[in-house]
């Protein structure tokens, strides 16, 4: 989401310049000795090539879940499985829209655990699997919109963030939530080097403040279309906040720790300029360096023919949440 360092390869350029200019860069960080030949590096499975130009496949294995389906908005156009799954951002996967789908098969999401601990009285490890195979979750649909200006309709499965949370009874000192992502270049190429993983010191992590986080609209997502979450996605369990731009919905959680202090993140450490920590969706302030009045959807077309939309106040939740900002100037990065 940067363009500051050349060779971190940030993908908002891919999203807000023509496709044109967009290749034309590939092509010049190639030049640059960036492309294949630099980047691919022997891991234990095999080599990575963070350049490859194949066309995305669906690395991971997926199976069908027990869900309580959401009822289909009507007249809500929700995104085609295979955008989903083969347009990400993923860096610990690749800094290319296509790269954590092709290089899903690094990550095995099974088994997995999550803790959750800090200021609480009863800190405890889920085993996520047990969770998933022995619970009806829950479906949502929810719009995604990325600081990058493009968008989607995703139909999650999963759980609520506060029932998690208030499992572990947190106490009066718990004002924050940290997350962290699984920290394991093995698994995680992108996490081998900062040049490979985007300029980013891993492991990612994310934060929110705690009614954020015990907001009803926030989830802990297991599934997406029905079928447990593809390792593009963020499996076996990420975070979406669905008013918030996508960096903070963070992928592939091992922790989340209640916390009294504001807990570093990870676009905002690389960025602070351009990411804050708070990240509500927001129409009236742009970023730095394009708009953010409007969104291209990313429905039945492709990418750089999406039909571009006008952004909405909180991503269209602000009955929602908007209250929890009172009194804050919303202008202002945080
Ligand atoms: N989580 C981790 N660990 N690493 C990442 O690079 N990218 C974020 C977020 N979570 C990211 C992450 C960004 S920028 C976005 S827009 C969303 O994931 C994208 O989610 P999707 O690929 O499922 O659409």
Known sequence: MLIKRRSSHHPTEQDVTPEAVYQDRRLILKGLGLGAATLAFPTQAGVLDLFSADKPTLGATTRPLNIHAATRPEGVIITPEEKATTHNNFYELGTDKG???????????????????????????????????????????????????????????????????????????????????????????????????????????????????????????????????????????????????????????????????????????LASNEYGFYANVNPQVDHPRWSQASERFIGEGGIFGAKRQPTLMFNGYADEVASLYQGMDLRKWY
């Open 99 to 269: 790269d954590p789908a092709r290089n899903a098969h690094y990550l095995k999401p099974e088994p997995w655990q999550l803790r959750v601990e800090g200021e609480v009285a009863k800190p405890f490890t889920l085993d996520v699997w047990d969770l998933i195979n022995k619970s009806t979750l829950e479906e949502r649909i929810y719009r995604l919109r990325c600081v990058e200006a493009w968008s989607m309709v995703l139909p999650w499965s999963g759980i609520s963030l506060a029932g998690l949370i208030r499992r572990a009874e947190p106490n009066s000192r718990a004002k924050f939530v940290a997350f962290e992502t699984l920290y394991d270049p093995e698994q995680l190429p992108g996490q081998a080097s900062r040049s490979l993983g985007g300029g980013i010191d891993y492991p990612y992590v994310e934060g929110l403040r705690i009614d954020e986080a015990m907001n009803p609209l926030s989830f802990l997502a297991m599934g997406l279309y029905g079928k447990t979450l593809p390792a593009q996605n963020g499996a076996p369990i990420r975070l979406v906040v669905p008013w918030k731009y996508g960096f903070k919905s963070i992928k592939s959680i091992v922790s989340i720790r209640l916390v009294e202090e504001r807990p570093p993140t990870t676009w905002n450490l």
